[in-house]
């Protein structure tokens, strides 16, 4: 039988990697996976694998992965044809919309909404038919401060300097672990060896997290910090900068960093120190020595985005970088110049020109916090929230209070879920359509490669032919919209495949038919492994987007918030905080059903420091209960020098153990879920991005 190798990214998380599938034909016609390797000749990933592109292959034969339309009847589930299915949809949520008006339908699209093109480019052809402001995603649970702050500072929310990793002398990480997470807001492949590569020519990695990482336990130095207290240690430094007169010029233009600077004057290190729990002649150091390194990087994550400071955070590690000189400088952090480049394409994204219904959250770019999604649904009134699409995400596991969360979908009157699962989420949903798998369709990243730390493009063709009547995610949307636009008589304007777009993206881009490397979809497929297009240059002062050319250093929603912050009570002695933590075999809520990514030891124990666990009588691998406001849970505790004394660290997306899951493997070991214990009022005030680190628990013995 035929053998033949196969040249793909995998995009299951940031990182993009470049892999080498082996197949072989079938008698049938089909095809077997032979071997999944990362591919060598890929100049960007450079033959680096993790082990969930392994696991493609299971996410390719899981018996439990749905494969045509389902149709809930009780607690049967029954196949039901595609044409059907979208009149049933088209039917239900036009006739509550007839009747509620259009936001109580409400729509969630979850993480892999940014990894599969085919959702990038056509989710809203009909999620935009709905004309609903009910639009939440996983976003508010995740990178929103990110994106407001460049709105903010730069005029686009895209548009987000990355660091420089391969040519810088000096990174600083918080709340972030890219040896677990492979990277995240920065593309890169292989991140292990390029840190490395900056220890061995001189540089240093320092990294700030409540836990010893796997990142932290690679660096030159680590600081613990109290959860939630980035924000005090980041004012320090700052203030550090500006007390000790140690920044360098920019070639930018800057509007109202003076203003900063007096704004944030009696935020001196010593003034914070308590508050983040590192000494403050330990900030100073820290400033003297980042400024004084040719070239330096502040970098901070998911540990800093999703707690209640998360806006302050990303707004000073700007500043940082900024007022040193390291903001849009080689060796600093820099704004790729992706082929498909959605920043030139797309208008800088608009923020709170309206509020949720119930708390008054503010929008960012037409969607609302996903924290306030249960009460759109429990509260009554006019615009409660009466149906919901789920679009590729789980909820029920990935945001604040996911018993609330399930409460409220129990009391809807219709749900659609396109996902691959019946999970912990769609087992609510009336109608679960799925898209065919990852392997089965073509992609081209949209998303990743704006983030990445060079400007790399390729694109990747199905591995394995769909089997009949499966449709893609963007052919599910077409139908969709189709049915809707007939049923409620709007005309619907005719759209192009994903490919074709592109395509288009491709010619009118930088790269495209203006330049002299004259990419297409055509072009790139000629390059199986790739194309590289060079190292990131300066170019943010010819890309700002702000309406005064310049960057913006002094945001009013930054400055308002100085008061909440100052304001915050320092921590009652003996307090534990939670926080999260990612595996490298795992991938969110979603990657448990595969044996090749679980066996062995659980890795959802809660880590606690072993003078806390004796404080409180508990032993390593005890069952112990977490309780928070919300909720509490049942979990294995871990004895770990690891963990910060009075901060416990338990993963997301774990919890399985839900009557109607239909997920074998993963229900053999459930977890418990922390947003089980995650609040939905504890939230970045300015943002409304969830605050799902730095949350206050017990833990007792169970
Ligand atoms: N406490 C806590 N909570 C967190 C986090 C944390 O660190 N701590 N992290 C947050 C972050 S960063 C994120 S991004 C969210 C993720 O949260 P979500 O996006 O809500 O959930 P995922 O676990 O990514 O689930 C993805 C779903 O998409 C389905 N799926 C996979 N591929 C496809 C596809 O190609 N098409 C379709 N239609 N469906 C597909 C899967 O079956 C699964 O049901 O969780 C957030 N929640
Ligand atoms: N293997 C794997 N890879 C993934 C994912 C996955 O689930 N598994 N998910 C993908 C997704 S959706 C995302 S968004 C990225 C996220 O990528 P990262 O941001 O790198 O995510 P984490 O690995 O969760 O790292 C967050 C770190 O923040 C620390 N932390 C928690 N609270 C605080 C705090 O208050 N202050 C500070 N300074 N640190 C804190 C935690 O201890 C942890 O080490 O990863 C992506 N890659
Ligand atoms: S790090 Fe792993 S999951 Fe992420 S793209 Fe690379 S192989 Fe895929
Ligand atoms: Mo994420």
Redesign the pocket.
């Known amino acids: 039988m035929t053998k033949t190798l196969h040249h793909r990214a995998c995009h299951l ?2 990182a993009i990697c470049g892999l080498t599938i082996e197949t072989e034909d079938q008698e049938d016609g089909s095809r077997r996976i032979l071997s999944i390797k990362g591919d060598a000749q890929d100049s960007f990933s450079r033959g680096h694998i ?1 082990p ?1 592109a392994v696991a493609l292959q299971d996410i390719q034969n899981d018996p439990d992965r749905i494969r045509q339309p389902m149709r809930r009847a009780g607690n049967e589930w029954l196949p039901i044809e595609w044409d059907e299915a979208f009149a049933l949809v088209a039917e239900r949520l036009a006739d509550i919309q007839a009747r509620h008006g259009n936001n109580a339908v409400a729509v969630y699209q979850g ?1 892999p909404s940014v990894h599969n093109y085919g959702l990038m480019t056509h989710s809203n052809y009909f999620l935009g038919l709905l004309k609903t402001r009910g639009r939440f995603s ?1 976003t508010s649970v ?2 929103l401060p990110h994106h407001l702050i460049s709105q903010q500072m730069y005029g686009h929310g895209l548009l987000i300097p990355i660091p420089d990793i391969d040519q810088t002398r000096f990174m600083l990480i ?5 040896l ?5 807001i920065m593309t890169v492949p292989d991140v292990e060896k390029r840190l490395k590569a900056l220890q061995v020519r001189g540089g240093k990695l320092v990294v ?4 010893r ?1 796997e ?2 336990a690679m660096a030159d130095q680590h600081l613990f ?6 924000a005090a240690l980041l004012f320090g430094l700052l203030n550090t900068l500006f007390e000790e007169g140690l920044g360098r010029a920019t070639h930018l233009q800057v509007e109202g960093l003076e203003q900063v600077r007096a704004a944030i004057a009696h935020f001196t290190p010593e003034a914070m120190s308590q508050r983040c729990g590192i000494p403050s002649e330990q900030i100073r150091q820290l400033a003297r020595e980042f400024a004084a390194t040719e070239s330096a990087v502040c970098y ?5 985005s999703t ?1 209640a400071f998360g806006s302050l955070c990303q707004w000073l590690i700007q500043l940082i970088n900024l007022v040193t000189g390291n903001l849009d400088r080689v060796g600093g952090v820099l704004c790729t110049e992706p082929a498909v480049d959605l920043v030139s394409a797309t208008s800088g994204g608009h923020f709170n020109r309206w509020q949720s219904r119930v708390s008054g959250l503010p929008e960012y770019g037409g969607e609302l916090p996903v924290a306030a999604l249960a009460e759109e649904m429990l509260t009554p009134g006019e615009g409660q929230v009466r149906a919901l699409v789920t679009v590729a995400g789980n909820p029920v596991l990935s945001t604040p209070n996911g018993r609330q969360l399930e409460q409220a979908l129990d009391g809807l009157e219709f749900m659609l879920s396109i996902d691959l699962y019946i999970n912990e989420t769609t087992r609510y949903a009336d109608l679960i359509l799925p898209p065919t798998a990852p392997l089965e369709h073509e992609h081209y990243d949209t998303t990743f490669n704006l983030f990445a730390v060079r400007n790399v493009t390729r694109f990747n063709e199905a591995v394995l032919a769909r089997p009949a009547g499966a449709k893609h995610d963007w052919e599910i949307f077409v139908g969709l919209a189709k049915a809707f636009a007939a049923r409620t008589g709007i005309e619907l304007k005719p759209t192009l495949a994903p490919e074709q777009m592109i395509d288009l993206g491709l010619r009118a881009g930088p790269y495209g038919d203006r330049s002299e490397h004259k990419l297409s979809v055509a072009r790139l497929r000629e390059h199986p492994h790739g194309i590289d297009l060079g190292a990131l240059k300066p170019n943010l002062a010819g890309r700002l987007k702000t309406a005064s050319g310049k960057v913006e250093a002094a945001p009013a929603i930054l400055l308002g918030d100085l008061d909440r912050f100052a304001a915050q009570p320092v921590l009652r002695e003996g307090q534990l905080m939670l ?10 809520s979603w990657m448990h059903n595969y044996h090749r990514l679980v066996k062995g030891k659980p890795r959802h124990q809660l880590l606690m420091h072993p003078n806390d666990l004796e404080a409180r009588g508990l032993v390593d691998g005890q069952r112990v209960k977490v309780r928070s406001r919300v909720g509490v849970i049942e979990v294995e505790v871990g004895a770990s020098d690891d963990m910060m004394p009075g901060v416990v ?1 338990l993963p997301h ?1 774990w919890g399985h153990a839900r009557p109607g899951v239909r997920m074998g493997i993963a229900s053999e070991q459930p977890g418990a879920s922390a947003n089980d214990l995650t609040d939905e009022r504890h939230l970045d005030a300015v943002s409304g991005n969830a605050a799902l ?2 949350v206050p628990v017990e833990v007792v013995a169970a």
């Not at 926080?579 to 969110?588: P, Y």
């Open positions: 998380c940031e993790c969930k993480n996983a995740d990178q918080l709340g972030g672990n890219p677990a997470s492979n990277g995240s700030v997290d409540p836990r990482s990142t932290a910090v109290r959860p939630g207290q980035d901070g994550r998911m540990g800093v707690q926080i999260g933590r990612r595996h490298v075999r795992s991938n969110n660290s997306g680190n730095g």
